[in-house]
């Protein structure tokens, strides 16, 4: 197999660096054939992965964290989202926040990760896209706005709706390097919710209509470990091929400490007034008071109005 491997140096607050040369070594040794690509800017890797979709590598390889993850995943689909190569996509994370290949069995060691990639394995996983929407110029004195095709994006582990991309911006900021992974996102968690304003929400969920009052976040997610380690039970729902939908909503301060209990405990939860999980195909907001932020695999990505569903085809994953 021919691998093409783009590797971002600068994952994990530069200490992937040391990693990813570590895993290229291994490459060598292996005897595999690859071509090796470090990205200079964060944006690089969406371009560098489509150029080697369309130029026949067998493997597209992305040594790096969550956002790098995501953009060479994009590489391998067009806006409609169908492949546009037959290659496999493999991963080597050298992030803060591996959610992703603890969801999918993925060894998180260099030695282990190059194995795996060496010796071929793959299986099908799911992948979600989101097609976002502009409005159009309104006339003077009419509200709202017809929406109009703008951007796509694909995600494997989970989108967010609400106080997600604040959290991942937050969590990001330099806070995981401090106390770790899973304590700093709770912490940067804590802070975003003191000051993220609840919005109220009108959905069309598999073609049904659902009015949300008081959300904080809404995140529609395919794999079980999403946010640095919350894990979501969503094996029947992922046997169907199904989305979760999980809701956060009304919060209260005296609510606040079982709602965190519940969602960070890694057991299944009852549904609540606050917190909810469910199944669904598709998801669409056609229109929202204000542009909401939208987050997928650790990066902000665009605002509402916007639909989401799973890509017309799955994706091979060396594994």
Do not use: W
Not at 16 to 35: N, T
Not at 106 to 127: C, F, K, T, Y
Not at 134 to 159: K, L, Q
């Amino acid at each position: 197999m021919k691998y093409c491997v783009i590797h971002n140096p600068h994952a994990g607050a530069g200490r992937g660096e040391a990693r990813a040369r570590r895993c290229l070594a291994l490459f060598s040794r292996g005897g595999a054939v690859i071509d090796d690509v470090e990205i200079r800017r964060f944006e690089e890797a969406f371009s560098l992965s489509r150029e080697a979709n369309l130029a026949g590598y067998d493997a597209v390889v992305a040594i790096g964290g969550d956002g790098t993850i995501n953009k060479v995943l994009n590489g391998f689909f067009d806006g409609d989202g169908r492949r546009i190569s037959s290659a496999r996509f493999g991963v080597v994370h050298t992030g803060t926040s591996p959610d992703f290949c603890r969801s999918y069995g993925l060894p998180l060691d260099p030695e282990g990760a190059v194995e795996v990639l060496l010796r071929g394995r793959v299986r099908s996983i799911p992948v979600g896209q989101i097609r976002f929407h502009a409005y159009d110029r309104v006339p003077a004195g009419e509200a709202g706005g017809v929406p109009s095709p703008h951007a796509n994006s694909c995600f494997v582990c989970c989108a967010n709706i609400g106080l997600g991309a604040a959290l991942a911006t937050r969590a990001s900021s330099g806070i995981r390097g401090r106390f770790g992974d899973r304590l700093g996102t709770f912490l940067s968690l804590l802070q975003v919710l003191r000051s993220h304003e609840p919005e109220d929400f009108r959905l069309l969920v598999d073609g049904e209509e659902v009015l949300l009052s008081r959300v904080y976040n809404i995140s529609i997610g395919l794999t079980e470990y999403i946010a640095s380690g919350i894990r979501v039970h969503n094996a029947a729902m992922r046997e169907r091929g199904l989305f979760y939908m999980m809701t956060l909503r009304d919060l209260r301060a005296g609510s606040l400490p079982s709602v965190l209990r519940k969602i960070y405990s890694g057991r299944p939860f009852d549904d609540s007034a606050e917190l909810s999980l469910r199944a669904c195909a598709r998801i669409d907001i056609p229109s929202h008071p204000t542009p909401a932020d939208v987050e997928h695999d650790g990066d902000a990505c665009g605002h509402v109005p916007c639909s989401i569903e799973r890509t017309a085809e799955g994706l091979e994953l060396l594994c």
